[in-house]
């Protein structure tokens, strides 16, 4: 397992692969995104599941640059939308303004204890043969906005209020976010597990 010391994010989002790089510094690994590696494709997320959907896309970078990959898939959960956007949180719109329209548009008119929600994040991780190694998981509680605040972020970060700091994601710095965040919650879950998994797999990092 010494190729675990380069790790590729499984993403073309860059918001996200700078996230993930961030939250991930430190660990005994090379993190590298999918930005060099124009010709991969990832696959259609047709996972019932966020595991299911990290999984297909951790497995799918493995097997197709035989290296270490790590995949997240993550999604806002808003019970008032009977849990949409959910698992296609990234597939409602085309860009984040229009995303952001669209959310927003639909709990118009809704008072503050209908618009409660929750980010999800789950991490899968992968070998160079496509093996999945293991799933890791976290989650945020927060409330939607009636309007945008912040300009950090991506995604629905802008209205994403987490109250016990009374900021939007976009109005925190990535240290702040990345402290609360489910991706945050989710790579430190999956931190307190690389030393034992490199031990496991007979690493030399």
Not at 87 to 96: E, G, K, Y
Not at 112 to 122: E, T, W, Y
Not at 173 to 191: M, N
Request: charged share 20%; net charge negative.
């Amino acid at each position: 397992m010494t190729d675990l010391c380069r790790l590729l994010v499984a993403s073309h989002n860059p918001g996200k692969a700078q996230e993930l790089a961030a939250l991930l510094a430190g660990l005994p690994v090379a993190v590298r995104s999918l930005a060099g590696y124009p010709q991969v494709r990832l696959p259609q997320e047709t996972g019932e599941t966020f595991a299911e959907n990290a999984s297909l896309k951790a497995r799918a970078v493995s097997q197709a640059l035989h290296e270490w990959a790590l995949a997240d898939d993550s999604g806002l959960v808003v019970p008032a939308l009977d849990g949409a956007p959910g698992l296609h949180s990234s597939r409602v719109a085309a860009t984040d303004p229009e995303r952001l329209a669209w959310l927003l548009q639909r709990l118009d008119g809704l008072p503050d204890p209908s618009r409660q929600a929750h980010f999800l994040c789950v991490l899968a991780l992968t070998d160079p043969r496509g093996r999945l190694i293991g799933t890791w998981e976290g989650r945020v509680e927060g409330r939607i906005l009636t309007a945008p605040r912040g300009q950090g972020g991506f995604g629905y970060d802008p209205v994403f209020l987490y109250e016990p700091a009374s900021l939007t994601f976009a109005e925190m710095t990535p240290e702040e976010k990345a402290a609360v965040s489910h991706r945050g919650q989710a790579l430190r879950a999956f931190r307190a597990d690389l030393l034992h998994l490199l031990e496991t797999e007979g690493a030399d990092v």
